[in-house]
């Protein structure tokens, strides 16, 4: 199952690192409903429950979010479901409160209208991913946070120097 689990966590991460490099916060939404379905798939494998929660809540959030606008409501009910979900499930661990944690900041914050700002949340929660990755011997997915932090600074910084240079042709 540990092979099944990092076959399945390699597809997720090749998307998960690509989507580092999406600008716009619609598309990167929609991507990540495939990433998530991989994602779950290795984690299913693996045994790590929550991390199968978290990324099929998140399928179903982000679907919805694409389509309606996110409301206190919405959000309120996504985090709760999850919540309920991983402890009926058994998350009563610390590592199991990881994917939890990142999954309820990521959709708190998803009516955050500056492209910069959302992906340093993505890059916060990523942060809360690699060490549950890590404990359950996703080597793959593991490897793919660390290199997804770094593509979502370089997102980061071709948004920035795009920002700069239109701010200097409108001069």
């Known amino acids: 199952m540990l092979l099944l689990g990092n076959i399945a966590a390699f597809i997720g991460c090749i998307l998960m690192v690509a989507i580092g490099l999406v600008k716009k916060k619609e598309h990167i939404l929609t991507a990540q409903c495939f990433q998530f379905a991989f994602m779950g798939l290795g984690n299913l494998a693996l045994g790590a429950t929550a991390g199968v929660i978290s990324n099929m809540i998140s399928i179903v959030r982000n679907l919805v979010f694409t389509r309606v606008r996110s409301t206190?409501?919405?959000?309120?009910?996504?985090?709760?479901?999850?919540?309920?979900?991983?402890?009926?499930?058994?998350?009563t661990a610390l590592i199991e409160w990881l994917p939890v944690t990142a999954v309820v900041v990521y959709t708190?914050?998803?009516?955050?209208?500056?492209?910069?700002?959302?992906?340093?949340?993505?890059?916060?929660?990523?942060?809360?991913?690699?060490?549950?990755?890590?404990?359950?011997?996703?080597?793959?997915?593991?490897?793919?946070?660390?290199?997804?932090?770094?593509?979502?600074?370089?997102g980061i910084f071709r948004i920035k120097k795009e920002q700069k240079r239109f701010k200097a042709i409108k001069r």
């Open 72 to 91: 206190t409501a919405l959000k309120i009910g996504f985090i709760a479901v999850q919540a309920v979900l991983t402890l009926i499930t058994g998350g």
């Open 108 to 154: 708190w914050c998803l009516d955050i209208k500056s492209d910069v700002a959302f992906k340093l949340v993505i890059l916060g929660t990523q942060v809360l991913w690699t060490v549950y990755d890590l404990h359950y011997k996703n080597y793959v997915a593991f490897t793919f946070d660390l290199l997804t932090m770094v593509s979502t600074v370089l």
